[in-house]
C-alpha cells in the first residue's frame, strides 16, 4: 500500500512537473513571438522611414515652395528613427504619418507630379508599407493579446509570476489618430 501511494505522489508530481515545463516553455516562445512581432514593426518602420528621403526630394521638384511640410516630415521622421519604447515609437510613428498625410495633400495641387513615373512609383511603395505597417501591428498586438492572456490564467499565472514573465504592451495609436489630419494652406 505504501508502494503504491508512493508511486501516485510521483506519478502527480512528475505529471506536475512536466505541466510546468510545458506551461513555462510556451511562455518563452509566446515570449519570442512578440520580439519577432515588435521586429517586423520595425522593418517596416525603417523601410518607410528609407523611401521618405525618395518621396521628399522628387516631390520638392514640383512643391519648392512648400518647405514647412518637408521639414515637419524630416522631424517626424528623425524623432521616429531615435524612438526605442513602444510609446515612443507608436507617438513618432502617428507623427510621421500626419505628416505624410500633410505631404500628400500637397501632391494633389501639383498634377504634373501625380502623373511623374517616380513619385507615382514612391507614393504606391509607401501604400504598400502602410499596408504591411498596418498588418504588423495587427500582428503584434495579437501576440501581446496571447502572451497576456496565457500568463494571467491559472496556473500559469504562478509559473509566470516566478519565470518573471510580465504583461507586455500593445501598440497603441495616438489620441486622435483617428481623425483625418487638416491642412491649411
Not at 96 to 115: G, I, M, Q
Not at 125 to 131: F, H, P, V, Y
Amino acid at each position: 500500500m505504501k508502494n503504491r501511494t508512493l508511486l501516485i505522489v510521483l506519478a502527480v508530481l512528475l505529471i506536475m512537473l512536466v505541466a510546468g515545463i510545458s506551461t513555462y516553455n510556451g511562455m518563452v516562445a509566446a515570449n519570442e513571438r512578440i520580439d519577432n512581432k515588435w521586429g517586423d514593426i520595425n522593418t517596416q518602420l525603417q523601410r518607410r522611414s528609407d523611401l521618405i528621403p525618395n518621396l521628399v526630394t522628387t516631390t520638392k521638384a514640383y512643391a519648392t515652395q512648400e518647405k514647412e511640410i518637408f521639414t515637419q516630415v524630416a522631424e517626424a521622421r528623425s524623432k521616429l528613427a531615435g524612438a526605442n519604447s513602444v510609446g515612443e515609437k507608436a507617438q513618432a510613428d502617428a507623427e510621421l504619418s500626419t505628416a505624410l498625410s500633410r505631404l500628400l495633400v500637397v501632391v494633389e495641387r501639383y498634377p504634373a507630379l501625380k502623373s511623374d513615373a517616380n513619385f507615382r512609383q514612391l507614393a504606391d511603395e509607401l501604400a504598400g508599407t502602410e499596408n504591411r505597417l498596418a498588418v504588423a501591428r495587427r500582428d503584434y498586438n495579437e501576440a501581446v493579446r496571447d502572451y497576456n492572456t496565457r500568463i494571467k490564467k491559472f496556473p500559469a499565472n504562478m509559473i509566470a509570476g516566478m519565470g518573471g514573465f510580465a504583461a507586455r504592451d500593445y501598440y497603441k495609436a495616438q489620441e486622435g489618430a483617428q481623425e483625418v489630419p487638416q491642412v491649411n494652406f
